[in-house]
C-alpha cells in the first residue's frame, strides 16, 4: 500500500493521446411514483437533465482529472451534441486539434431514464441515437489515422477506447497501434464487445471485461482454471504484452505472456452505479503506465479508481486527489483522516461536491468504549461522511478538570481515525464547537447524551441543516469507567 501512495503522489502530468467513440450521455431525472393507465410503465415526471461526455469522453475528462494532458482523437457528427461535448472536453483540458466532424455521422448520444421514487436514483430506460458502425468512409479513419500519427511524438501512451460505433475497425486499428509502437509509444486497449480481438493486435495490454473476455476466448469463465484459459487466448489473439480482466467486484485478473495469471483484488464497496467504471479503469491504467508504473501497480491502481467510480451515480471522473485519500483510508494511515480545520474544509467542499451527505459530531471521547462506538456508528448511518470533532487537551482540562483528558488528543484522534464509520478526525482548541460550525456547514449535526441543550443547533438550522439527537447508551461513559476503575482499586471517584 505504501508503494501505491508514492507512486501517486510522483504522479505529474503525462501526455497521453486518446482515440475512440466519442459520445454524449444525457441523464433525464424524474420523479416516478406511478405508472402509466395505458401500459404497464411508469410514468416519469421530468425534474432535470443533465449531460455529460460518454465512451472516449469520459475516459478523457478521467484523465484530465488524473492529471494527465489528453489528446482526443475520434469522430462527430456537424451537430449541436458536438458542440457541447467538445465545449466539456476543452473545459477540461483537453486537446481536441484530433476530433472530426462529419455530416453524415451523427453525435452518439445516449439518453437514460432515472427515477427518482426510490432512495437512490433508478434508471429506468436507455435510449440510444447513433449511426452504424460501416457508416464511417475509409478516407475517413485514414484521416483519423494521419490524426493519431501527428500526436504521437514525444507521448508515451496510446489509449484505444473502441465501443464499435464505426471509428475504428478491423484494418486501421492494426495500424494505429503500429504507428504508436514506431513512436515508442505504449497502446492500452478497452476492446469492444467483438468475438475476434485480431483487430489489437500489438497492443501492449488489453483490458476487457468478463463478458468481453468469454465472447473473445470462446471460453465461459466459470473457475480459476477458465479463467486462465479465457486470458491466455485473448492474449494470444490480440498478440498482446498482457491481459487485464476486469471482474467488478472480484477486481481484476492480470496475465501476462510468461504465462504467469494471478488475481488482483478489490476491496469491497457498495455498488451504486456502474456506469463508467471501465472507463476509469483504462484512464488510471493510461496514466500510471505512462508515469512509469509498472504493470502490476497499474493494475492495484485502477482497481481503487474504479471502485471509487461504481459508489458514484452515473460517470463520475474520479481526481487524484480522491484516489489518493482512498489509498491513506485503505492503509488506515492517520494523516488520512486527521486533518486540520483548513484541511477539512477543503476535503468537505470536493465531498460536498460529489454529493456527499456531511454528518458532524464532536466530543472529548476520552478512553473510546462501546457507548462511543455503537453512537458513531447510528451518526455514520445519517450519512455518507462522519466528521468526528474531538476537543484539544486544553479543552478537556477546562471542562472535565485538570485530572483529564485520560489520552491524549493525538491519540484519541488515531485511534477515532481508524474507526470504519469515522471518515474524517479533527482537533479543536476551543470550549464548543461553534467555529468549527460555522467553517463547514455540515447537513446534519448529530449529537448523543442527556443534554437538553445541543450546542451549535442554532447555527446549523440557521444555514438549513438537520440537527439530530441520537439514543444515550445507558451505563456507558468515560467517567463510569474511570469510576469502576478507581473503585475497583480502592480509589477515590472520579472529577
Request: aromatic share 4%.
Amino acid at each position: 500500500m505504501d508503494n501505491l501512495i508514492e507512486q501517486v503522489k510522483k504522479f505529474g502530468s503525462p501526455r497521453v493521446v486518446l482515440v475512440g467513440d466519442f459520445m454524449l450521455d444525457r441523464y433525464v431525472y424524474g420523479e416516478a411514483e406511478r405508472l402509466s393507465p395505458e401500459a404497464p410503465v411508469p410514468v416519469l415526471n421530468i425534474v432535470r437533465t443533465e449531460t455529460h461526455a460518454g465512451g472516449a469522453g469520459n475516459v478523457a475528462l478521467a484523465m484530465a482529472a488524473l492529471g494527465a494532458k489528453v489528446s482526443c482523437v475520434g469522430l462527430t457528427g456537424q451537430d449541436p451534441m458536438a458542440e457541447e461535448l467538445k465545449g466539456m472536453l476543452v473545459a477540461a483540458g483537453a486537446r481536441t486539434t484530433g476530433m472530426m466532424k462529419l455530416n453524415t455521422y451523427p453525435t452518439t448520444v445516449k439518453t437514460r431514464y432515472i427515477g427518482l421514487a426510490h432512495r437512490h436514483p433508478q434508471q429506468l430506460l436507455r435510449v440510444d441515437a447513433e449511426a452504424g458502425a460501416d457508416s464511417v468512409p475509409e478516407n475517413i479513419r485514414a484521416t483519423l489515422r494521419a490524426a493519431v500519427r501527428s500526436e504521437l511524438g514525444g507521448c508515451k501512451m496510446l489509449a484505444i477506447e473502441d465501443y464499435n460505433k464505426g471509428v475504428l475497425n478491423d484494418q486501421n486499428t492494426p495500424q494505429i497501434i503500429e504507428d504508436a509502437q514506431k513512436s515508442s509509444c505504449a497502446v492500452v486497449v478497452d476492446p469492444a464487445r467483438i468475438p475476434d480481438y485480431r483487430r489489437y493486435r500489438g497492443a501492449t495490454v488489453i483490458v476487457p471485461n468478463r463478458p468481453e473476455a468469454e465472447l473473445a476466448s470462446g471460453i465461459a469463465i466459470t473457475d480459476e482454471a477458465s479463467l486462465e484459459r479465457a486470458a491466455r487466448q485473448v492474449l494470444i489473439a490480440a498478440e498482446a504484452q498482457a491481459v487485464v480482466i476486469k471482474l467488478d467486484k472480484e477486481g481484476s485478473y492480470l496475465f501476462g505472456k510468461d504465462g504467469k495469471g494471478r488475481r488482483m483484488p478489490t476491496r469491497a464497496r457498495s455498488v451504486y452505479d456502474v456506469t463508467g467504471a471501465g472507463d476509469e479503469v483504462l484512464a488510471m491504467l493510461a496514466v500510471a503506465l505512462a508515469e512509469g508504473c509498472q504493470l502490476d501497480t497499474a493494475v492495484a491502481l485502477a482497481n481503487v479508481a474504479g471502485g471509487l467510480e461504481v459508489e458514484r451515480f452515473g460517470a463520475v471522473p474520479i481526481p487524484r486527489e480522491d484516489v489518493l485519500a482512498e489509498l491513506l483510508h485503505m492503509a488506515g494511515l492517520r494523516g488520512g483522516k486527521v486533518l486540520s480545520r483548513r484541511q477539512l474544509a477543503d476535503e468537505l467542499a470536493r465531498r460536498r461536491g460529489a454529493g456527499d451527505t456531511i454528518v458532524f459530531t464532536n466530543g472529548c471521547f476520552d478512553l473510546l468504549h462501546m457507548g462511543h462506538l455503537r453512537y458513531l456508528r447510528q451518526a455514520r448511518e445519517l450519512g455518507s461522511c462522519l466528521v468526528v470533532a474531538i476537543n484539544s487537551d486544553a479543552s478537556v482540562a477546562r471542562l472535565k478538570g485538570p485530572s483529564r483528558p485520560i489520552i491524549g488528543q493525538d491519540e484519541r484522534a488515531e485511534m477515532l481515525g481508524s474507526l470504519e464509520c469515522v471518515d474524517y478526525v479533527t482537533v479543536f482548541d476551543e470550549d464548543t464547537p461553534e467555529p468549527l460550525l460555522k467553517l463547514l456547514k455540515p447537513n446534519i449535526l448529530a449529537k448523543g447524551g442527556s443534554t437538553g441543550v445541543i450546542v451549535g443547533q442554532e447555527i446549523v438550522e440557521g444555514y438549513g441543516g438537520q440537527v439530530v439527537k441520537l439514543d444515550l447508551v445507558s451505563g456507558l461513559s468515560t467517567t463510569e469507567i474511570i469510576n469502576r476503575i478507581m473503585t475497583t482499586n480502592n480509589g477515590g471517584a472520579a472529577t
